[in-house]
Every structure is written in C-alpha cells, then in structure tokens.
C-alpha cells in the first residue's frame, strides 16, 4: 500500500491510498468550527465597519428627528412626568431607528439576495452572527442617543446628573429591540414585507415610548407593556428625579435585559431557519 497526493489524480487537496492497485480518495478532516467568542468579535467588528461607513447619515436622521420630537413637544408638555417620558422616550428612539428598523431591513434585504447562503458557509455559531450584527447596530446608536438625552435634559430643564445610566440603558435596550428587528427580517418571506415590519416596530416605538404612558387609553397601554424599549424608557424616565427609586431602576433594567435574552434567542432561531432554506 502506498499514498500519493491526491493533486496527481484530481487536483484536489486530500489523499490518495493505492490499495491493491486500486486508488480510494481519503477525504481530509475539516477545520475545527471557531468559538463563540472570537467569531462573535470578528463579525461584530465587521459589522461595525460596515454601519460606520454607511449607516451615518441615517443616524443624523434619527437624532434628529428624535430632537425634532421633543421640540414639538415642548409646546405641550411643561414640566413633571410628562417631560421625563418624553425625553427618556425620543433617546430610546434612536435606539429603536437604528437597531430595530434598519437591522429588519438588513436582515430582510440578506435574505432575499442570498446573502444568508454565505454565512451559512462559515464556520461560525449562528448565534455568532445574529449577535454581532444585532451589537454592532446597537453601539453605533450610542453618539446619537446621548446627543438626544443630553438636549432634551436641556430643553426641559431636567437634570444630568445621572446620565451616566445609559450605560445601561442603551446596550439593554439594543439588545432587545436589535433581537425583535433581527427576527422580523429573518421571519418576513419578502424583503418588502421586512421593510414594513421595521417601519410599524420604529412607529410603535415612537408613539408608545414618547408619549406620557398616562395620555394613552388602556388597551394601548398594556401594548405598550410588550414593547422591548418600554422598560429602558421607564428606567431612563426614572433617573430624571431628584432622588431616584434605584432599586425600581435597576428592576425595569432587569426586565429588559431578560427581553433582550429573549429576543436574540428568537431571532438565533429565526437565522437557522432561515440559513437552511
């Protein structure tokens, strides 16, 4: 028995056994399939290039109109619970413009082209890149929420004092709505559709979020209890008092950290579904 390359029988990078003058192909073992970890930072920072170089004018588009909200109203809201929902509520829109509604279309628009078909090829976890999609369009939001809570504090006279939450506030609150965005473009048959499900999720999020949770009706309200960003909103809201209830805080965080967990679960499932499709 001898073994020759397999390149002299068919150009191929495995090996060839002569066994009784018979050539068998003995197919070379695979790569071990990378980690969690290292493959979750490789494709959050490829991401992150990808959204810093295409996805800044859209994020002035989203502080913006976040601050626009807020001077608008400010013709009707003075003062008091009103206008800490109503500045907590616009900085969590930023957060929902980009990590919800453009990461449904991202989501949707790779589906359609076949561009799942190439992280399908890769030997990375699924949740490797559900999850580093989901916090690179998270982080790029923090320049234009903390510009958004620092000018809303500002124009309603609020403190600043214990800004130093959206530490908290956004990454939570990311991960949540990053988790639902990600799942409806996964979930959605036509990128179209993706597209329209991020723009109802961004809508929601805005007239659900921004407005003072007393102004809504009742059955609004307990929709209002299942949007991912409610909590960070009200966690947010909270910290605008003199003496913040820190244990109430820290309580509203804990439930959306929990919704964020949820979130990118289901949207790591809606990936794998829709890889082997």
Known sequence: ??????????????QVRVESGVAAIVAAPLAPRAR????????????????RVARIPLLFV????????MVLMRGVVD?????RAVVAGSSVLVVAFVALNLLAQYFGQLRAGGGLDHYATLPVPPAA?????????????VPGTVVTAIAGSVLFQ??????????????????????????????????????????????????LGVLPADRLPGPISYAR????????????????????????VGLDLAVCAAVGVVSLTVATWAYRRAAVR
Do not use: C, N
């Not at 493959?39 to 290039?49: E, F, H, I, K, N």
């Not at 890149?129 to 939001?141: H, M, N, R």
């Not at 409610?230 to 003199?242: I, N, Q, S």
């Open 1 to 14: 028995m001898s073994i020759v390359p397999a390149e002299a029988v068919s150009g191929k990078t495995s």
């Open 36 to 51: 969690l970890l290292p493959a979750l930072g490789a494709v959050y920072r490829a991401q992150l290039s990808r959204a």
């Open 62 to 69: 989203a502080t913006f109109q976040s601050i626009g909200i």
């Open 79 to 83: 003062g008091g619970d009103e206008a």
């Open 129 to 141: 890149v559900v999850l580093g999609a989901a916090g690179a369009y998270a982080s790029f939001t």
């Open 158 to 207: 609020l403190p600043l004092t214990h800004l130093w939450v959206l530490a908290a506030v956004i990454p939570l609150s990311g991960a949540a709505l990053a988790g639902l965005g990600a799942a409806l473009g996964l979930l959605a048959p036509r990128q179209e559709l993706a597209t329209l499900l991020g723009q109802l999720g961004m809508s929601a999020a805005l007239l």
């Open 225 to 248: 209890d299942l949007l991912p960003s409610t909590y960070g909103v009200e966690a947010l809201a909270k910290t605008f008092d003199a003496r913040p209830d820190w244990a109430v």
